[in-house]
Structure formats: C-alpha cells, structure tokens
C-alpha cells in the first residue's frame, strides 16, 4: 500500500510538471508567434517606405511591395487592406521617431525654460530629418497634410502631455506664471506645427539656428516691453 501511495503520489507530480511545461511551451511558442508578426510587419513597412521614398506614393502598388519584400501579395494583404495602410504604417513609424527623441529630451537635466526651449527645436529638426530623408515622400509630405495629420493624433497628444509637464515644473520653480498648463501647451503645440513646414523648405531654418536668443527672448517675454 506504502507503494502503491508512493506511485500515485510521484504520478501526481509528474502529471502536475507536465501540465505546466506544455503550458509553458504554448506560451513560447505564442510570444515567439507574435515576434515574428511583428518582424514580418516591420519589414513589410520599411520596405514599402523605401519604394514610396524612391517612385512616391501614387506610382507604388502593393505588388510592387509584395514582390520587394520577398513575402507575396497574400502575406502583405493579411497585415495591410490596401496601399493607404501600409502608408499610414509609415508614416506612423516614421513620426515615431520625433516621440524617440523628444523622450530622450524629458529625461535631460535641464531647467524647464530650456528644457522648452529644446524641445521646439528638436521637434522642427527631426521632422525636417524624416522628410528629407524619404525621397519622394517629401512631396507627399506637403500635399497629403490632412493624411498625416489624420495619423499623428497620438503624437500630437504626447507632446501636449509632455509640453504640461514642462510647464508645470516652471511654475513649481517660480520661472512660468500661466493659469491653464494644458491650454498653454496645446497652444505651443500647434504653434510649433504651424512652423513645420517652412522649416522643412528651410524658410525658417536659418534665421531659428542664428537667433535663437531672440526666439527665446520672444517665447518667453513676448512682444510686451520689458
């Protein structure tokens, strides 16, 4: 009977470890599953990017896509329903880039007027890098604004969100005097977009690299005599 306990007892634990390493292998074999998706995706959407830099939007096809990436008009069609998806997967990948950066400029130890400061200029420039950089999709920069617009809504919310926390610490520190923080950071938001295109021409740029004590002066002074 001693044995026959032993044998129901080491047969439960086997029985136990087995449930939980098939577990296991099904959720390695899930995460794995879902890396590759991501892969896949990720390849499909840089090379799309390339061609649409390269033959601009409107003379790019998804078969073109299918056949650049290697992986076939099927695969490219379960991950995106036609052309204009995978262009807003670029272009959100691509503003991506401005969240990254500007990230790194809220991790920088700066007081919050400079931190301000920094932030307007790092948005302008990475901008101006993306578009530069893709080509073709610089045209399409210009005469689809309503399209990225319709895709950097999150973006757009980011900044606002880290445009307050940076006022917020200016008026802990006595620097800033503004009553709605948020009102204020959407303001500098738009304001700062309303710029993002003569920037990129390069209308702007020169005069914001060699002035910008006067901008700054201007931000935070205004046009009220001191």
């Given amino acids: 009977s001693v044995a026959v306990e032993n044998f129901d007892f080491f047969a439960k634990i086997l029985s136990f470890m087995f449930f939980y390493s098939s577990q296991c292998l099904i959720f390695v074999k899930t995460i794995y599953y879902l890396i590759m998706i991501a892969k896949t995706k990720d390849i499909l959407v840089d090379v799309a990017r390339k061609l649409f830099a390269e033959k601009g939007f409107e003379n790019t096809t998804m078969n073109d896509i299918a056949l650049a990436s290697q992986k076939g008009r099927r695969t490219l069609y379960t991950y995106f329903k036609s052309k204009e998806d995978i262009y807003f997967a670029v272009v959100e990948t691509e503003l991506d880039q401005i969240k990254n950066r500007l990230d790194d400029v809220m991790q920088k130890d700066l007081r919050p007027d400079d931190k301000l400061v920094d932030f307007i200029y790092t948005h302008l420039d990475t901008i101006k890098d993306i578009v530069n950089r893709n080509g073709n999709l610089k045209a399409d920069f210009f005469s689809n604004i309503s399209v990225v617009e319709k895709v950097r809504r999150k973006l757009d919310l980011r900044e606002r969100v880290m445009l307050k ?23 500098i938001n738009n304001a700062v977009k309303g710029m993002e295109v003569p920037y990129i021409r390069g209308e702007l740029e020169y005069q914001m690299k060699n002035k910008r004590k006067q901008i700054t002066n201007f931000l935070f002074f205004g046009l009220k005599q001191k």
């Fill in 165 to 187: 926390i940076i006022l917020e610490k200016g008026i802990e520190e006595g620097l800033f005097s503004i009553e709605d923080p948020y009102f204020a950071a959407l303001m």
